[in-house]
């Protein structure tokens, strides 16, 4: 079963309904976040509220409910729907008021949403995707997770018509990220990812996974590199909490490596696997 809640209140989620002017609705003014529940466990949660909170503070939002709080709540919420393989969208928005720019007077508004999760094939994983890379034309303060999603939602669906999987920003010829993940590449056996700045959204796979590659022994670089070096890789792959990893086969039309799912990105999804598979038992 899925759920829905708003500032309190649990509700299946196709009968939730939010005022007219929740500032979300009219502005994007707010902040979100997803956690994949496996076996029951909640993933990373603590890491993702933490970066909640600091999208928060980013936007000068003063959240209503504190991270200890939004645990017990996503606890509860999970125990309602009984669902062990889910989706948390958690998102906090500057308060239901009358619509003008200036900050409102009142509490966030916090709503949730806890659904099955939508898990992509393993096919689709063994064949590798294929990206194209785009103009990044969002503005300069990526390391939010803001609700306003407009350049990625465009450039997502730009990338599906043209029969891409995903499309990955550049910006003044430096590569970024996919409009919803992280970007690795591995060149001479050493895994390289853009630096966590203010271009890219500070991604918490991307991070377990910086953690398993330096438990593994695998040489980590966190550089800036433009379209040059992704092209010549070995390997490549996204990364994002629906996604996992996920291994880059083609860059708009040019086979990345062998043109095959490469074997660090193989190698460290299995042991991303194996952590949200521990925490289960
Ligand atoms: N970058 C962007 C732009 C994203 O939207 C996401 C996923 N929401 C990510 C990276 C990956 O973040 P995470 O690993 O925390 O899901």
Redesign the pocket.
């Known amino acids: 079963m899925a759920i829905g809640f708003i500032n309190g209140e649990w509700i299946p989620v196709d009968q939730t309904v939010l005022p007219i002017d929740e500032r979300g609705h009219n502005f994007g003014d707010g902040v979100y976040e997803?956690i994949r529940v496996y076996q029951g466990v909640p993933f990373k949660m603590r890491e993702h509220l933490v970066r909640l909170e600091q999208s928060a503070e980013a936007i000068l939002l003063t959240m209503n409910y504190s991270i200890p709080e939004l645990e017990a709540l996503i606890a509860e919420g999970l125990e309602k729907t009984g669902l062990q393989e889910a989706a948390v969208y958690l998102q906090v928005t500057r308060g239901i008021a009358k619509r003008v720019h200036l900050f409102p007077d009142v509490p966030a508004s916090t709503t949730m949403t806890i659904r099955p999760a939508a898990d992509i094939s393993d096919k689709i994983r063994e064949q590798g995707v294929h990206v194209t890379l785009v103009d990044d034309e969002r503005w300069k303060n990526?390391f939010i997770?803001s609700l306003n999603l407009l350049p990625?939602v465009i450039a997502k669906q730009k990338a599906t018509d043209a029969g891409f999987y995903e499309a990955v920003f550049v910006r003044d010829g430096v590569v970024l990220?996919?409009?919803?993940?992280?970007l690795f590449l591995v060149k001479d056996g050493v895994l390289i990812t853009p630096p966590a700045n203010r271009f890219?959204?500070h991604?918490?796979?991307?991070a377990t996974l910086l953690d398993i590659a330096k438990e593994l022994g695998v040489p980590v670089e966190e550089k800036e590199f433009g379209p040059d070096l992704l092209l010549a890789a070995d390997e490549a792959f996204l990364?994002?909490?629906s996604m996992e990893v996920m291994p880059v086969v083609k860059i708009d039309g040019r086979q990345i490596g062998s043109g095959q799912p490469g074997e660090i990105a193989r190698k460290l999804h299995r042991n991303y696997r194996a952590k949200y598979q521990q925490i289960g038992v």
């Open positions: 997803v990526c997770k990625n990220e996919g409009s919803s993940c992280n890219i959204l991604g918490i796979t991307r990364t994002s909490t």
